[in-house]
Every structure is written in structure tokens, then in C-alpha cells.
């Protein structure tokens, strides 16, 4: 059960931060918007949050997912694949040693973006991608290891639909996982009972298992009726303009 959260409003200049998409620019008073109501639903599961101020700095800040992954045992930093966001891990390091203490980080040459760290009970998956580098996931591993966990990797790299590995599988509790289709038979995941996220709802895979509601997108019914069917409670949000910067519901909270 989580009871806490870190997230972070975004900033004026949002729309100035990475992304690899075409919908569009972010309308800012939907964004924040859409943020309140993140926030909320989080507050309304039960979680306090700590919430941090915006960095006009780093307008990729609110994804604070990025910055470090947060397992039951302890905290671990990251050190993202692109060098505009370095910032923000150096902003987050106090806030998480205020919490847990000192705690260990991913050192260069290794990069790893949090977005490609999926959680999965004792188990962590890690995505190589274009943030995430072997080095960096070698690293992780074995800080994970340290706190008692597994991990395995999965490599990303030659997808051209999803940017970070969250983007395309999620947690669901037990031996349950939600994954797009595209991934949904690769060999990673054998001996896992998978949730098929149909193609044309693929966005909807970046989904949340918080407590005793699974957040997802709106706009995807077939997923949803899925979920309904299999005895989760899905919490439905609107997520369009984070979906402009290549964000995702996971993207938006550290939880723990």
C-alpha cells in the first residue's frame, strides 16, 4: 500500500521541454489542470504528497519519475539519458536524503531514466533504451540486488512507438502484468499472466496500480472493460497534454 507521493507542478515553459511526438502543443491551463486532478485522485487513494515547487530550469521537471525509483527497502537515484535533465536529479537528491538518508546513484558513464524502471513486486524490469544504457542498467541491477531484489533487462531499442519501457508495460499486481501488444509475446515476460493492451490503445498500458485503483487514461474502453472484467477498479484520468511531452500517469508521482 502506498502512503506518500513526491510530485512537482510543472512549470511556465512545459511545452519547452523534450519530447519525440506530433500532437500538438501543450494547452498550459489544461496541463495544470489535468495535474490538479492527478493530484487529487492520488490524495483521494490515500497518499500525502510532498510537493515541490516548479523548476523553470528543467521543463521536463514535472516528470519526476525520471529522477529515481523508490522501492519498499530504499530509495536509489537515477542519472537521465539526456543531458537537459541532469538538473533535476541534483534538485531531487535532498529531498529523497530527507527521507531516507544517504542512498546510492547511477554513476556516468551508466544513464538510467526512472521511466524505464518497471516495478513488478520483487522484481524489477529494466528497459534499454535510448536513456537508458547497459552500463546504467548493470549499475541498477546491482543496487537492487543489494536491497534484496531481482531484475532482468529488456531492450527497447529498436521500438519506435514507446520511448521508455513504463510507456509499454505496468504492474498489476501478483504475477499480472498490462502490456501493448507489440511487446505482449516477447520472451521477457514468459511465466508472467499478461494483460493484452490492444494496438490502438496502447497508450492506455502506461497504467498505475495505486492501492486499490488502477489509474489509467481516458479514452480507451476496450482496456478499461478489461480491467472491469478482471476485478480492478480502474480511475480514469485525462492525460492528453502530458501525452504531447511523451508523459504518462506513472510519469507524474514518486510513490512509495
Not at 523553470?56 to 519498499?72: G, K, L, M, N, R
Not at 535533465?85 to 531516507?100: A, D, K, N, Q
Not at 537492487?144 to 508495460?169: E, Q, W
Amino acid at each position: 500500500m502506498f502512503k506518500r507521493a513526491i510530485v512537482r507542478r510543472p512549470a511556465s515553459n512545459f511545452a519547452d521541454g523534450l519530447t519525440t511526438v506530433d500532437f500538438g502543443v501543450p494547452d498550459f491551463d489544461l496541463v495544470l489542470k489535468q495535474y490538479d486532478r492527478y493530484c487529487a485522485a492520488l490524495e483521494e487513494s490515500g497518499l500525502e504528497l510532498t510537493r515541490l515547487p516548479e523548476d523553470e530550469a528543467h521543463p521536463d521537471s514535472t516528470f519526476v519519475e525520471d529522477t529515481a525509483i523508490i522501492t519498499e527497502r530504499g530509495a536509489i537515484l537515477m542519472r537521465p539519458g539526456a543531458a537537459s535533465r541532469e538538473g533535476e536529479t541534483r534538485s531531487m537528491l535532498p529531498v529523497l536524503e530527507g527521507i531516507f538518508g544517504a542512498i546510492p546513484k547511477i554513476v556516468a558513464p551508466g544513464t538510467v531514466d526512472g521511466g524505464d524502471i518497471g516495478e513488478a513486486g520483487e522484481h524489477y524490469f529494466i528497459g534499454i533504451s535510448h536513456r537508458t544504457n547497459e552500463e546504467g542498467a548493470r549499475q541498477l541491477a546491482e543496487h537492487l540486488a543489494k536491497l534484496g531484489y531481482t531484475s532482468s533487462t529488456v531492450d527497447i531499442r529498436n521500438m519506435t512507438t514507446i520511448l521508455h519501457l513504463k510507456s509499454g508495460i505496468a504492474w498489476l499486481g501478483g504475477r499480472t502484468l498490462a502490456v501493448m501488444e507489440e511487446m505482449a509475446a516477447r520472451a521477457e515476460f514468459a511465466g508472467w499472466e499478461i494483460v493484452v493492451v490492444p494496438e490502438e490503445e496502447s497508450y492506455a498500458a502506461n497504467c498505475v496500480l495505486v492501492n486499490e485503483r488502477v489509474f489509467m487514461a481516458v479514452g480507451y474502453p476496450k482496456f478499461e472493460a478489461e480491467l472491469r472484467r478482471r476485478g480492478y477498479k480502474p480511475l480514469v484520468l485525462e492525460m492528453s497534454e502530458f501525452r504531447k511531452m511523451d508523459g504518462g500517469l506513472s510519469c507524474l508521482s514518486l510513490r512509495f
